[in-house]
């Protein structure tokens, strides 16, 4: 019936890909600020993470992200 909300909230961007066969890939993800803990993603390393000022995507990140996640998973 409630839900605990924060009033400190920021915005995560998450760029997602599934397959046409219904197989999905692992997400990347794009926090705000200059640098993220690795130690925030122990549980999976392998999923792909970036900051932006805004928390935004752009041209760098996009490609990025699909070289170093997109590419290295489809050919797995």
Known sequence: KYKVCSANLELVTIIECVCADGTNLLP?????????????????PDICVATSPNSWTDDFICTKWFKDCFVLQVKA
């Open 28 to 44: 990347g993800f794009m926090f705000s600020g200059k640098s993220y803990h690795k130690s925030w993603f122990q549980a999976h």
